[in-house]
């Protein structure tokens, strides 16, 4: 059999196929989307399935939307299409299974207006911008129905990023309600909102540790008074440049606050490994152009940083399934030179 088919039939059943690979904790790599951009796909808590949100104007999907995917599934025919769980209505991000595997939450613009909200140029001044925008609120959908439930946030401004704690008490989201773009903690029906960080720059990308006390994040911290007045004058603008974040923790309640990475660049998308004790995230560091984000890990202490992948020139989202034995990540390895951004899944071997 020619080398071609064998990779055709490969890529086919779900699978990434390269001789060269050099990613020793990832086993058995599946893709389960194929097409569009789709990204930050999370586990349900029985390891079943997946929320993710994708764009794929081939399928007339404009901005981003909320689509829950069966990961067996997904894994054995690359025909499967993932189930809207969202209103298919204006803009929506960052979705999170609630523990009863019911009910997802995300942000979403759908109140303000059912057309996809316009980001503007997100490349002005030539840095890479991200639109904050302010009709962002979060809401709970049943899974089953698509019918939204309970929303969360009803405050003018950006409230979107959330997550939900593994014990299923707890969602931290980012918001700009401060007139700065911090951390907040609820309690999973809304109830008693705190206030986590409080520090100039971005806060955001928040996820909890395995026992729900603590908090893994991405943050920029402006300090000289060029970067500040930038910093300011782009979220007067409801915008803010990704560039420069670090990875950092604190308790739930914002107590021992501690800056993990020391890098330089982009260091974002974090998330603990199931041992508490370390955390993966995604950077662009070591990239001599700046578009090439690899996964890394790193000890909990800032210790004994690990590279993770090493295929194509975007990896991000990466979450452990409740059971450690999963990883699942975005990728736009095999997407044959095109833009796509898919899912894929893989055994984590230690």
Known sequence: ????????????????????????????????????????????HNNKFLTCQITNAKKGISCDQIFAI????????????????????????????????????????????????????LRKGGKYLWPLFPSFDIYVTDITTGIITRKLTDTLGYDAEA????????????????????????????????????????????????????????????????????????????????TNMEIYTCNVDGSELKQITHLGKANWAPFFHPDGKRILFSSNHASKK???????????????????????YFNAFPMFSPDGKKLVWSSNRNNHGGHDTNIFIADWKE
């Open 70 to 121: 069966d990961i067996k599934k997904a894994s054995n025919d690359s025909l499967y299409s993932p189930r809207l769980i969202s209103t298919g209505k204006g803009r929506t991000t960052c979705s999170y299974f609630l523990k009863d595997g019911k009910h997802v939450l995300y942000a979403s613009t759908h109140e303000a207006n059912s057309a996809c909200p316009d980001a503007g140029d």
């Open 290 to 312: 700046g578009w090439d984000f690899q996964l890394y890990m790193i000890n909990a202490d800032g210790t004994g940083l690990e590279q993770i992948t090493s295929e194509s």
């Open 163 to 242: 997550t939900v704690s593994p014990d299923g008490k707890m969602i931290v989201f980012t918001s700009d309600r401060s007139g700065d773009l911090e951390l907040y903690t609820m309690d999973i029906n809304g109830g008693n909102l705190h206030q986590v960080t409080s520090g100039l720059g971005y806060d955001g990308g928040a996820f909890f540790s395995p026992d729900s006390k603590k908090l893994v994040f991405r943050a920029s911290r402006p300090t000289d008074e060029k970067d500040i007045k930038e910093y300011k004058e782009l979220l007067a603008q409801h915008l803010v440049a990704p």
């Open 1 to 44: 059999m020619k080398k071609s088919t064998i990779l055709f039939l490969a890529i086919c059943l779900g699978y990434s196929v390269n001789a060269q690979r050099n990613e020793p904790h990832l086993q058995n790599i599946k893709q389960l989307t194929f097409g569009g951009d789709n990204a930050e796909a999370y586990f349900s």
